[in-house]
């Protein structure tokens, strides 16, 4: 859920990582050809059907929690990316910080794509450790969409202080930061897309401020002015199943 209704909102880029060791010519989709050639891999069949016919690209974008990559791997942000395209991220785009944004076709092995629909690891420590100094901290909410879980038919919320989110993040593949957390008192309001590349945070204006002045976090601010997200009380005056979930919004 992306609500509106908060003074101000900054989106938190989720980290891509570069390898200056490994080769910037090759993409994934060529490492991976040539490994199911050499038979290192087999190709994937779904339902007899192979996904590594040369009708799909192996792009490397991640999708899910991840983390830094380990040794030879350093933080390249998405201005640094865009700079050497002679670029700025994020302008005349139609949506929000996704895959969109970049080029067509496979990326570089040498580069650790941004993940869809969850921060990263990095990116939520700090995010954490900012939201932790406020007072709002202490009694949180977390919301998991059905994409990240599988249930579609039930929604489950849970309760706890947003350092206990580390724990709802569980471990090995597969996982994911919660869609949705926010406190008790709805001063801020935090939300992660399964298909976008970034998370975007809500509330006040210096906790924004605190957001894009923190050394880790890298931030920006993008919204589409011809479709703006509809506020808390429209959502909630629909007479939708949909809205009627949303009632845990009701003050």
């Known amino acids: 859920?992306?609500?509106?209704?908060?003074?101000?909102?900054v989106w938190v880029l989720h980290s891509m990582y570069e390898n200056t060791s490994l080769p910037s010519h090759i993409s994934y989709d060529q490492?991976?050809?040539?490994?199911?050639?050499?038979?290192?891999?087999?190709?994937?069949?779904?339902?007899?059907?192979?996904?590594?016919?040369?009708s799909a690209v192996t792009?490397?974008?991640?999708?899910?929690?991840?983390?830094?990559?380990?040794?030879?791997?350093?933080?390249?942000?998405?201005?640094?990316?865009?700079?050497?395209?002679?670029?700025?991220?994020?302008?005349?785009?139609?949506?929000?910080?996704?895959?969109?944004w970049f080029s067509d076709g496979g990326w570089p092995v040498s580069i650790d794509f941004p993940a869809?629909?969850?921060?990263?690891?990095e990116s939520l420590r700090a995010l954490v450790s900012?939201?932790?100094?406020?007072?709002?901290?202490?009694?949180?909410y977390f919301y998991p969409a059905a994409l990240t879980t599988g249930d579609f038919d039930n929604v489950e919320i849970q309760e706890g202080r947003?350092?206990?989110?580390?724990?709802?993040?569980?471990?090995?593949?597969?996982?994911?930061?919660?869609?949705?957390f926010w406190p008790a008192d709805h001063s801020w309001f935090v939300y992660t897309d399964y298909d976008l590349c970034a998370t975007r945070v809500s509330g006040s204006a210096d906790l924004i401020d605190a957001l894009q002045a923190d050394p880790i976090l890298e931030t920006l601010r993008w919204d589409k002015p011809d479709q703006p997200t509809p506020d808390k009380a429209t959502v909630e005056a629909q007479p939708t199943r949909k809205a009627r979930r949303l009632s845990w919004w009701r003050r």
């Open 130 to 140: 900012v939201l932790t100094n406020r007072a709002a901290a202490e009694h949180c």
């Open 59 to 100: 792009t490397g974008v991640g999708l899910g929690f991840s983390d830094h990559p380990g040794e030879g791997w350093t933080r390249l942000t998405w201005h640094e990316y865009f700079a050497r395209l002679g670029q700025t991220p994020g302008r005349d785009e139609a949506f929000p910080p996704s895959f969109q």
């Open 116 to 121: 869809e629909g969850s921060l990263d690891g």
């Open 162 to 180: 947003v350092s206990d989110i580390f724990k709802l993040v569980g471990e090995g593949v597969g996982r994911f930061s919660p869609s949705n």
């Open 31 to 54: 490492a991976r050809r040539a490994t199911i050639e050499a038979g290192v891999e087999k190709p994937v069949i779904i339902n007899g059907f192979s996904l590594d016919d040369g």
């Open 1 to 9: 859920m992306d609500l509106s209704g908060w003074e101000d909102s």
